[in-house]
């Protein structure tokens, strides 16, 4: 069966191909998506208000059609052959990363230098986020043909270990979120995809006894904002302010919110880049206890609806590319929603399709368009 | 769920991930988990404490100022302002926000003098400490043109507002500016302290005079303002600032009470022009029938418009250093030595007590020896009667007199009069000076009989302000009331409405007979109307019958190389007085003048007591005065047997 691009169930022989494709197509995933693009621009309109950023809501619409290319370019071409490339990938990530490493922009120049970006054809690209899809599509690839037979935990970890590179060097660009939220992808999909957990329980310690070394090595602002994150009195910092802002802003939202475009906090300012990394408390304060809780609930659905894909896939491998997404997509919410909230430090970390943002933006629609191609795949050989 | 436990049609070996089915359970833990964590918090932030979020929020963005209440003014009897409001450009500023860049750009664009950046500096750090983030004045009373630059460029200057606010001015000048005082910032201790009155950091406080006295009358209430503000503290529109906020916008401001008093602004400018040559000196005009303060000057001046915000540290250490003291009101808190004025206490006393006689002789040879102890009269007066010694300011013939009365009757009769006690008029301090008694000397030191001898005629310890013996004055000319001095006629509210009068005080009654009082007074006719009076050598007035009395009080000699750098004052020189009134019944008004080492009553007090009585009748008194026809004056000069 091999190189049959799109396999559709048997039963509906005789039905015109497009219609058998129409019936195969992960609607519900689609539908999720939707509904998070629109609260995203809602929510982003409602954020860039002021003079200052009104394009960025033009930006997002057109970064969110370049996104909606990349999910079908990522759902038609098979996941079997993008799995076959994934070291390639993950080799063209990791010279990107040094290529922003050495000729990079300087992206933020509060923290001093540091090189996230580069600039392609005048876009700003973030090649971490590009990692994130590489080291997932190498995930699969390294978890693809597990037999019981044939199991041998060395020759994986060593394979798991090559992904220290881009995440070590991720971490010095320094993009310390972002390295986190690919070491906690690979070990949440280590946890799913492995025969036995012991090896990933070891990988763990080891990672936490190694937290000492990685503090000192850390700048100094970085460790300020850890610091800062634990008791603003220690280390009084502009995150501290951001954190203690945002508080303030998602509590004002009370039950039923302020309403839309009503947000003071959000209105005039007073949480910083709100539309980036501080979305959800414009849509807290704004839409309230029960706007929270529903979005939560449109991400907890589109976790289950990503897993429930892993679940029914029709190989291991598309079952990891699942099982990886859903990692990343759950700890981008989860460390998101906790810094807003203040019960983690601030980090650049982006709210899945709800973030300002193209580089973000354009991942996750990749990221699900492959989920789309695995469950589009999932019937038949 | 909607995880289900199905495997795909054609997946007929099983799930494709056999591991993650194994471990559902875990994902759905620690899935579940985090929900219930992230909710959880929800829950706390929005639905326990949101009440309190949302009051947060709101003061992030309202924001309450003062708005200034327009002080009272200050009035004269006729309504002429004394103390008035005019508009005028505050800059303030936000402490918080005043960054060293921000002070940079304000320096360069006004151009600030370092005097400026100075008080800037100190005005930042009393805010600081108060609240950083309350907006405080840093300049007041700018130009236009430097308003106009600040606003051109707030956009560069965050946490810089200016405001169009009244601010105090003296129409007048320095015209009684020891009266009517003057305002300044307050301290940081003050800021402190009167902080939960209602006061304002950057506000301006009653500091000296009327200003300072009356401040809680003439303040008035101030009301607030609430208003929208950015993260960055930009104000919101006027629309936007509505929506947010909920209830009143602010409480309007009340205004302060108007004073109005009973100085005549024509007589006091009278008065000081009188006083214009001396160096140092002070004036008190007084109704004598009811105690209201007509003039009061103190020499050297100031003027309160310099000194309401304007002073610079060079002005102020000048105005410090000068010896004259500008910032001592001489007319009620500086005391000094009345001199001859003073010998009504002894001549009263002899006469009470029936120890001394009008036409009693005594012979003056221009010494007096006592115990050894030589004194030395101005002049060799020869055979004078009680009359004559007061017209010629004989000093041996009360020396003699207080041999018989002793120390303490002069002091009672002295004290009767007000002398050596406070006048009440509570103003600047108004000063007690003293009255020396046989009980202080022993208290103090060893009691002399030469004590005596030097009180009799207003020398020695003897030590009274000009405001006193205006009183004491006073009360000889109404024939023995001895009112407490009033300076505020009544309190008016802004609208004209009269909301309090004060009602001439007596304080006392004296016990004075008539028959005593009338041979002082017969003494006081002479020295301003009879040749070899001490004043009428020196002038006369043809207007209208005066009454007046001489001093030269000596000083105590000291030399301070530094004194004596300003021009025609003398530290050394005697202080010249006159106290006196006119017309001779019925008195209209009475004054007492001191030049402060100014030499002899008669050659420097009595011309500009004449100055301003001739001023007064024909100028400022309704119906004026016209030069009488010479054949008129007579029958205003015999003396009368009693006085009222």
């Known amino acids: 069966m091999k190189g049959t691009g799109l396999l559709l169930p048997r039963a509906t022989v005789g039905v015109s191909r497009w219609r058998r494709f129409r019936a195969a197509v992960d609607w519900p995933l689609i539908v999720v998506i939707v509904a998070l693009c629109t609260l995203g621009l809602l929510n982003l309109y409602s954020a860039t208000r002021g003079v200052r950023h009104h394009a960025k809501f033009d930006t997002q619409v057109q970064w969110m059609v370049v996104g909606a290319i990349g999910f079908a370019a990522a759902t038609i071409v098979d996941y079997r052959t993008m799995v076959r490339l994934a070291w390639l990938g993950l080799g063209f990530a990791i010279s990107l990363l040094f290529v922003a490493r050495w000729l990079g922009s300087t992206g933020d120049s509060n923290h001093g230098i540091t090189y996230r970006w580069l600039n392609i054809g005048g876009m700003g690209i973030q090649p971490s986020e590009l990692a994130k899809l590489m080291v997932i599509l190498v995930l699969a690839s390294v978890f693809k043909d597990i037999e019981p037979s044939s199991y041998a935990p060395r020759r994986l970890l060593g394979q798991l270990a090559i992904l220290v590179v881009p995440i070590g060097l991720i971490a010095i660009q320094p993009d310390l979120g972002t390295a986190i939220l690919l070491g906690l992808i690979v070990l949440s999909t280590g946890f799913l995809a492995m025969p036995s957990v012991w090896p990933m329980v070891h990988v763990t310690l080891a990672g936490l006894l190694a937290i000492p070394i990685v503090w000192e090595t850390m700048h100094e602002y970085q460790q300020k904002r850890i610091l800062g994150f634990i008791d603003c009195g220690i280390a009084p910092t502009k995150e501290c302010w951001h954190t203690q802002q945002s508080i303030y802003a998602v509590g004002s939202g009370k039950i039923w919110g302020k309403g839309f475009l009503e947000g003071t906090q959000n209105q005039f300012n007073f949480v910083p880049e709100h539309w980036t990394d501080f979305p959800y408390s414009v849509w807290a304060e704004e839409w309230g206890f029960i706007g929270s809780v529903v979005l939560l609930a449109i991400f907890g659905f589109l976790l289950v609806w990503v897993l429930n894909v892993a679940l029914s896939a029709r190989d291991r491998m598309g079952s990891v590319i699942c099982v990886g997404v859903a990692a990343m997509t759950f700890w981008h919410v989860v460390v998101n929603v906790a810094m807003v909230l203040g019960i983690a430090p601030v980090v650049g970390v982006t709210l899945p399709f709800v973030s300002y943002g193209g580089s973000s933006l354009v991942t996750f629609f990749l990221a699900m368009g492959l989920v789309a191609n695995v469950s589009l795949r999932k019937h038949g050989y | 769920m909607l995880i289900r436990q199905s495997s795909g049609p054609g997946s007929g070996n099983g799930p494709a991930l056999p591991e993650l089915h194994r471990r559902l359970k875990w994902v759905a833990v620690i899935g579940i988990g985090a929900l219930v964590v992230l909710i959880g918090r929800l829950w706390q932030l929005q639905v326990m404490r949101g009440e309190g979020y949302y009051e947060r929020t709101v003061s992030n963005v309202v924001k309450e100022r003062y708005l200034p209440s327009v002080r009272g003014k200050i009035l004269d009897r006729h309504g002429v302002a004394l103390a008035d409001n005019r508009p005028a450009f505050n800059i303030y500023a936000t402490p918080r926000q005043m960054t060293p860049a921000v002070k940079a750009e304000l320096v360069r664009m006004l151009g600030l003098s370092d005097d400026e950046i100075t008080k800037i500096d100190e005005r930042l750090e009393v805010g600081r400490k108060r609240d950083s983030r309350a907006a405080i004045v840093i300049l007041e009373d700018q130009g236009r043109d430097r308003a106009a630059l600040v606003e051109q460029s707030l956009a560069r200057l965050p946490g810089i507002e200016v405001h169009h606010e009244p601010y105090r001015y003296y129409p007048q000048g320095d015209l009684a500016a020891h009266m009517i005082g003057y305002m300044t910032q307050m301290t940081a201790v003050e800021a402190d302290r009167l902080g939960n009155q209602g006061y304002d950091t950057s506000e301006l406080i009653g500091r000296y005079g009327l200003e300072d006295k009356w401040e809680n009358y003439l303040r008035g209430k101030k009301g607030t303002e609430r208003y929208a503000v950015d993260a960055r503290g930009q104000r919101l529109d006027d629309a936007t600032a509505s929506a947010l906020i909920q209830g009143e916008r602010g409480v309007p401001a009340v205004p302060g009470a108007n004073l109005v008093l009973t100085i005549d602004v024509e007589l006091q400018r009278l008065a000081e022009k009188a006083v214009s040559r001396t160096a140092a000196s002070a004036v008190v005009v007084v109704e004598p029938s009811t105690g209201k303060i007509r003039a009061i000057v103190s020499k050297p001046s100031f003027d309160p418009n310099i000194m309401t915000g304007h002073l610079t540290q060079a002005e102020e250490t000048m105005l410090k250093q000068d010896p004259r003291k500008p910032f001592i009101d001489k007319a009620l808190r500086m005391t000094y030595p009345p001199g001859s004025i003073f010998k009504f206490a002894t001549a009263i006393a002899a006469l009470e007590d029936a120890q001394a006689a009008e036409d009693e002789n005594m012979f003056c040879t221009g010494q007096y020896q006592l115990s050894g102890t030589v004194f030395r009269c101005h002049g060799t007066h020869g055979k004078v009667n009680l009359l004559q010694a007061i017209q010629h300011s004989c000093d041996t013939y009360f020396w003699k007199l207080s041999e018989r009365t002793g120390l303490d009757r002069i002091a009672e009769v002295a004290s009767e009069y007000g ?127 005066v009454m007046g009395k001489t001093g030269t009080a000596e000083v105590k000699k000291h030399h301070k190389q530094d004194d004596e750098d300003v021009e025609r004052w003398n530290p050394n020189a005697a202080h010249a007085w006159f106290a006196g009134w006119a017309p001779r019944e019925n008195p209209e008004i009475v004054i007492v003048v001191l030049v402060e080492h100014g030499g002899p009553g008669g050659t420097v007090a009595w011309p500009i007591a004449k100055q301003i009585l001739e001023g007064y009748f024909t100028k400022i008194r309704t119906p004026p005065l016209r030069m009488p026809e010479p054949a008129a004056r007579p029958a205003a000069a015999p003396a009368r047997k009693d006085v009222r």
């Open chain 2, 419 to 545: 002398l050596g006690r406070p006048t009440n008029l509570g103003l600047n301090g108004d000063a007690g000076g003293r009255i020396p008694t046989k009980e202080w000397y022993e208290r103090t030191s060893h009691y002399k009989v030469g004590y005596a001898t030097n009180a009799a005629i207003g020398q020695g310890d003897v030590e009274v302000t000009v405001l006193q013996m205006a009183m004491a004055y006073a009360a000889l000319g109404n024939g023995g009331k001895l009112y407490v001095p009033q300076v505020v006629d009544r309190l008016e509210a802004h609208d004209g409405r009269t909301i309090t009068r004060y009602e001439p005080q007596v304080a006392r009654q004296m016990k004075t007979p008539s028959s005593a009082l009338d041979i002082w007074l017969r003494g006081m006719w002479k020295v301003t109307n009879e040749p070899g009076g001490t004043a009428f050598e020196h002038g006369h007035v043809e207007l209208v019958p």
